[in-house]
Every structure is written in C-alpha cells, then in structure tokens.
C-alpha cells in the first residue's frame, strides 16, 4: 500500500505569512494528488486537484507543485480565514484513495 | 446547486448493522462516481468505499478496514447512494461523508455535511 505523510503535523503564523505544506508518497504517484481544506465542524473542500491544479472559484493564493513523491501546498499571504486543517489525497486507477494525515494551520 | 445530505446515521450497537443515504440534488446523479468517507473522533480523512457511475459498469470498490462488512449501492432514478455497514465494530465510529468524484478524475469536488455514527453497547 501507497502511505502519506505530511509535514509539518501543525503550523502557527502570522496573517500576511507565507505557509508552506509538505506531502510525501510512499511510492511514485506521478502527480495523482489533491489538496483538501477543512474547517471545523465542515465537510472538507477541494482546493488543488492535479497537484497544481486550483478548483474553481478557490482564490489564486492557494497553490501547490510536485510530480512523483514529493508535494507542496502553498498559501501565499496566509488570511484569518484559512485556518483549518489541510489534507492531501492520492489516488490510484482502481481506484482507491488515501489521505495524507492532515496539517492544522493557525493563525500566530 | 449541487447538494448532497446524508441521512440514517446514529448509534448502532457492535455487530449489529446501519444504513446511511446520501440524498443527492441539483446534478444528473446517474453521471457520476460516488465514495463515502469517514473521519474519526479527532482524526484524519478515511475513504471508506467508491461506487462507479452505471455508464462504468456500476462497480464498487472499498478500503480494507471495511471490506466484506460494508456495501454501497446507488438508485440513480432518485439520486440516492447507500452504504449498508454491517457487523458493525466500535472502530466503526466516525462521521461518514458521501462525496461526489469530480470531472477532474479522482478529486471529491462536493461533500455531504456528514452522519454521525456511534458503535457502543
């Protein structure tokens, strides 16, 4: 089985701050993975699809990168509203999906 | 507006069996793929189990954790997918998600609001 880290497990910074999130495969899963967003108490949303990929009507701020085993998510100007908990997500073509263990975003 | 609301979910006992529904509005429910995902008391994301759209041959596939226990099933003529959880275990516990698979291939693009589901005796 493919697994997922992430790094870090959580983050404090400031408003303004740029974050950066990592998210490692197991395996080569070329660039078969999502970014997630959830808040408290919510069902998660789709940031980042593709790797690189932004969803539609998600703000330009968020972005991510990487192929292979190696991701990043980035929130370029961190805001009040982004704190939540990030999650990446492989999949595969049988399919199944795994979720990275989640990375909580505070604000400093 | 795309909608999904999960219904069914509550407090079932160890062994014993509950069916959760994921109502579905808004979209042309036959087109798509549909998952169900679980999350934990203070944990992370588990996907549970994937239905593919009948266009795709309608086939299910489901995370180890629950394989063999747990069984999706859709009705598209009224935009509704299942998940029969049988032998239910304590670890069972969790608030389960229906998610719909986006056009981008392998991405949740909606989500339910989630049911919680307790297992205790």
């Known amino acids: 089985d493919i697994q997922m880290t992430q790094s870090p497990s959580s983050l404090s910074a400031s408003v303004g701050d740029r974050v950066t999130i990592t998210c490692q495969a197991s395996q080569d899963i070329r660039t078969y993975l999502n970014w997630y967003q959830q808040k408290p108490g919510k069902a998660p949303k789709l940031l980042i699809y593709d790797a690189s990929n932004l969803e539609t009507g998600v703000p330009s701020r968020f972005s991510g990168s990487g192929s292979g085993t190696d991701f990043t998510f980035t929130i370029s100007s961190l805001q009040p509203e982004d704190i939540a908990t990030y999650y990446c997500?492989?999949?595969?073509?049988?399919?199944?999906?795994?979720f990275g263990p989640g990375t909580k975003v505070d604000i400093k | 507006e795309v909608q999904l609301l999960e219904s069914g979910g509550g407090l079932g006992q160890p062994g014993r069996s509950l069916r959760l529904s994921c109502i579905t509005s808004g979209f042309t429910f036959g087109d798509f793929a549909m998952s169900w995902v679980r999350q934990a008391p203070g944990k992370g994301l588990e996907w549970v189990g994937f239905?593919?759209?009948?266009?795709?041959?309608?086939?299910?596939e489901y995370a180890a954790s629950v394989k063999g226990r747990f069984t999706i099933s859709r009705e598209d003529s009224k935009g509704i997918a299942y998940l029969q959880m049988n032998s239910l275990k304590t670890e069972d516990t969790a608030v389960y998600y229906c998610?719909?698979?986006?056009?981008?291939?392998?991405?949740?693009?909606?989500w339910g609001q989630g049911a919680p589901v307790t297992v205790s005796s």
């Open positions: 998610a719909r698979e986006g056009a981008n291939w392998g991405s949740f693009d909606y």
């Open positions: 997500q492989r999949y595969d073509s049988l399919p199944t999906f795994t």
């Open positions: 239905i593919r759209s009948k266009t795709y041959g309608g086939t299910r």
